[in-house]
């Protein structure tokens, strides 16, 4: 089902890497691990999520996206959905339409219907896949014409051939990856139009070569990638969100031009996401 509006599509994204203007987040109020979906909550699932220290830490996020020029929406938190603040894999924007996704782990399941709601109320045109075509946000990204889709547990094959014919002209290009990293945007992430970080031991040598001829591959190592490395923000300009803990991408990156801003995410990667995964872009601008 689509969830019609009131007023003229009022969303806009082409690219990861455009001037984000608007985006869509979610406080940590009652982020918890309560069931362990990822390797990395596998790890901190004892301790847990001091929710006080993440929410601070989410607050500061939020601080200076907001300092750089990026208007901020904010769901509701609910005690029902201890990973909502990872609002980028309820949903993904393309073109002018927020496509609601599908989620794969039970503990995640109704999350959709909250965003749903909150873009009906804010008159932003929303469509789902539908026919049980399960996919994530995390799973897709967007670089102008081409849309690459990540498959795994969590996004279906059958979700990219019903993304190319909603997106008839736009190539919709299916990656594999190996699953244990979750999702395609932590082993893979466009900065630019010409640079992408990568993590490579996720991905076969095919898909290696298809994008080294595409972008400028900045790698990230094993120790990094576990800290959500890939997973970063570009918010355009060349501006970056990443965290200090990461230094060796940090100063790759910095040594292929771009400004990284630092922001302390360490409690919030504990439930194994981070900068990109906790925004829906809505809105951005060339």
């Known amino acids: 089902m689509s969830a019609f509006t009131k007023s003229s599509p009022s969303a806009k994204c082409k690219s990861e890497y455009d001037h984000l203007r608007r985006v869509l ?34 607050k500061e996020f939020v601080r200076v996206l907001q300092q750089e020029g990026v208007e901020t929406d904010l769901l509701d938190p609910s005690e029902t959905f201890p990973e909502q603040v990872f609002t980028r894999d309820i949903g993904f924007t393309v073109g002018d339409t927020v496509y609601i996704a599908e989620m794969a782990a039970e503990i995640r399941q109704g999350e959709e219907s909250v965003l749903q709601k909150w873009l009906r109320n804010n008159n932003f045109k929303s469509e789902t896949l539908g026919g049980g ?4 946000g995390g799973d897709v990204l967007l670089d102008r014409e081409t849309v690459y889709v990540g498959i795994s547990s969590r996004t279906s094959k059958n979700a990219v051939e019903d993304l190319q014919k909603k997106l008839p002209d ?10 244990k990293y979750l999702h395609l945007d932590c082993v893979f992430n466009i900065l630019s139009p010409t640079e992408a970080l990568i993590y490579e031991e996720a991905l076969d040598k095919e898909t290696l070569d298809m994008l080294a001829e595409r972008y400028t591959l900045i790698p990230v190592d094993a120790d990094e990638q576990f800290a959500l ?15 200090p803990q990461n230094s060796k991408v ?37």
């Open 25 to 58: 987040l979610c406080p940590p109020e009652y982020m918890e691990i309560r069931d362990v979906i990822n390797d990395v909550q596998k790890k901190y699932q004892d301790e847990n999520i001091d929710t006080e220290k993440a929410m601070q830490q989410h």
């Open 133 to 136: 075509n399960r996919v994530e």
């Open 170 to 179: 736009s190539e919709v290009i299916p990656i594999k990856f190996d699953e």
């Open 229 to 243: 490395g890939t997973n970063v923000l570009s918010i355009g300009g060349r501006r970056v969100f990443s965290q």
């Open 250 to 286: 940090n100063a790759l990156m910095r040594a292929n031009d771009f400004r990284v801003i630092e922001i302390d995410f360490s409690e919030i990667i504990k439930s194994g996401g981070a900068f990109r995964c906790c925004t829906l872009p809505l809105i951005r601008e060339q």
